[in-house]
């Protein structure tokens, strides 16, 4: 079964920054949307930033101008640059993609960010 891997989380300084990689282990079809969420403790999950097929990209207003999302539309992997990052924007983050085998939604396993004052 196709899985997504995640890497790139880590404890980073406020002001730092990091790069995520979401790539699936397996051959996979994107139909929709390729995603990036994420969950701080004691919150809901939440869409961070968004990249279509065409390549228009989408982001939640609290990391527009800070994060970029890109992908890959031959491996089917999608990455997010986060810069200037904030104490705020501790969480897991979890890509997301709607794709075939399926049609269905295959989630990363998680990667936890941490950022320090």
């Known amino acids: 079964q196709v899985q997504l891997v995640e890497s790139g989380g880590g404890l980073v300084q406020a002001g730092g920054s990091l790069r995520l990689s979401c790539v699936p282990s397996?051959?996979?079809?994107?139909?929709?949307?390729m995603e990036w969420y994420r969950q701080a403790p004691g919150k809901q999950r939440e869409l961070v930033a968004s990249?279509?097929?065409?390549?228009?990209?989408n982001y939640a207003d609290s990391v527009k101008g800070r994060f970029t999302i890109s992908g890959d539309n031959a491996k089917i992997s999608v990455y997010l640059q986060m810069n200037s990052l904030r104490p705020e924007d501790t969480a897991i983050y979890y890509c997301?993609?709607?794709?075939?085998?399926?049609?269905?939604?295959?989630w990363g396993q998680g990667t936890q960010v941490t950022v320090s004052i």
């Open positions: 397996g051959t996979l079809f994107a139909i929709n949307d």
């Open positions: 997301n993609i709607n794709g075939q085998p399926g049609p269905r939604d295959y």
């Open positions: 990249i279509g097929r065409g390549g228009i990209t």
